[in-house]
Nanobody, 121 residues
Framework: QVQLVESGGGLVQPGGSLRLSCAASGNILSINTMGWYRQAPGNQRELVARLISGSTNYADSVKGRFTISRDSSKNTVYLQMNSLKAEDTAVYYC????????????????WGQGTQVTVSL
C-alpha cells in the first residue's frame, strides 16, 4: 500500500513564501514522476509543477516563483513557493506515478490528502 503525506501548508501574506513537502511510502519499486497540483474553490484541479525523468514542467502562472525538487533517497518531493499571490490560494495535492511490488507491470497514480495554502493579508 502506498501513502503520500503532505505537509507545509498554511496562511501567508502576499509576497511571502511557503515550502510544501510530500513523502511517499509503502511498497514502492520505482517512481516515474512526482508533482504538485492545486484546486481552488469552483475550479478544476490543475498542474502546478512536475518532475519527469529529471526534467521539470511548471504552470505558466508559477514560473519564476515556484521551484520543485526531489530527494530520491527519501522518496520526497518539495515545492518552494516564493512571491505568493492571492490567486495561489488553493488546496495543493501531491501526485506520484509509480510502480509497486504488487503491480510491477503497470504504473499507477497516487494522490496525497491535500494541504491548504491561503495567501491573504
Amino acid at each position: 500500500q502506498v501513502q503520500l503525506v503532505e505537509s507545509g501548508g498554511g496562511l501567508v501574506q502576499p509576497g511571502g513564501s511557503l515550502r510544501l513537502s510530500c513523502a511517499a511510502s509503502g511498497n514502492i519499486l520505482s517512481i516515474n514522476t512526482m508533482g504538485w497540483y492545486r484546486q481552488a474553490p469552483g475550479n478544476q484541479r490543475e498542474l502546478v509543477a512536475r518532475l519527469i525523468s529529471g526534467s521539470t514542467n511548471y504552470a505558466d502562472s508559477v514560473k519564476g516563483r515556484f521551484t520543485i525538487s526531489r530527494d530520491s533517497s527519501k522518496n520526497t518531493v518539495y515545492l518552494q513557493m516564493n512571491s505568493l499571490k492571492a490567486e495561489d490560494t488553493a488546496v495543493y495535492y501531491c501526485n506520484a506515478n509509480l510502480i509497486t511490488t504488487t503491480s510491477w507491470s503497470r504504473p499507477n497514480d497516487y494522490w496525497g490528502q491535500g494541504t491548504q495554502v491561503t495567501v491573504s493579508l
